[in-house]
């Protein structure tokens, strides 16, 4: 089985590897970061069997999909959204204004943005201390940013109003810091609420295989 994991922003992709490894031992396992270029390259592959997109990945899987972009396979999202901003009114918390903080705090200070960021989620952070670089391209960390900072297009609202395709099941924490897991629901119709669960994708997966 061919299982594709899209993880989410500023998170180096191979730590999703033991998590992979728990729940889909015997399968061939790809991991790539939440970039547009990553996207665009897994569209033209051969199908996978099941793809799992975590937060900033969930987005970018939805968002190629609202623009025609088909899986055959099976879909995973995990703290999934439509539209990242708060004044967007799709479940973000966050503001359009602190998006574009963290851009200015990643040029100058990298390292720093990433740890207060996963301090924030309240995630792991995939950095150590001997780390002198980021998880992936500062570009492509930049360029999320962006992404994150915007509304959702019209063509993505309406993607998601229909409802997740049949083959797509969708999760996400009421305890979440970054997204209110309620009106994430509501912007995604079928998505699941899962209660006293937060943004850890290790948690969200957990919890989603005991269902």
């Keep these: 089985m061919r299982i594709t994991w899209i993880g989410g ?28 270029q990553a996207i665009e390259e897994l569209a033209k592959s051969r199908p996978q069997d099941i793809i799992v ?31 990242f901003p708060s004044e967007a009114g799709l479940g973000g918390k ?9 851009r200015r ?23 150590t201390s001997s780390d ?3 998880p992936y391209a500062l570009d492509d960390l930049l360029e999320g940013l962006d992404r994150l900072g915007e509304d959702a297009s019209p063509a993505l ?3 998601a109003a229909r409802g997740l395709p049949r083959n797509w099941q969708a999760f996400v924490g009421d305890h979440d810091p970054l997204l209110d ?17 937060g943004h850890a994708i290790a948690d969200l997966l957990a919890a989603s295989q005991a269902k």
Excluded: N
């Design 9 to 36: 922003w500023g998170i180096a992709p191979e730590s999703m590897r033991p998590l992979a490894e728990k729940y889909f031992p015997q399968s061939e396992h790809t991991f790539l970061a939440p970039t547009k």
């Design 53 to 83: 997109a975590w937060s900033f990945g969930a987005w970018r899987l939805l968002e190629v999909a609202s623009r025609g972009v088909e899986s055959t396979g099976m879909v995973l999202l995990f703290a999934p959204f439509v539209a």
């Design 94 to 102: 966050c503001s359009t204004t602190q998006v574009k903080f963290l």
């Design 105 to 127: 705090w990643l040029q100058r200070e990298p390292l720093a943005a990433l740890a207060d960021f996963c301090k924030r989620a309240q995630i792991p952070s995939t950095l």
């Design 132 to 134: 002198s670089t980021s």
């Design 157 to 159: 609202r309406e993607f």
């Design 181 to 197: 897991g309620a009106a994430v629901c509501r912007s995604l119709p079928g998505c699941v609420l899962l209660r006293g669960f």
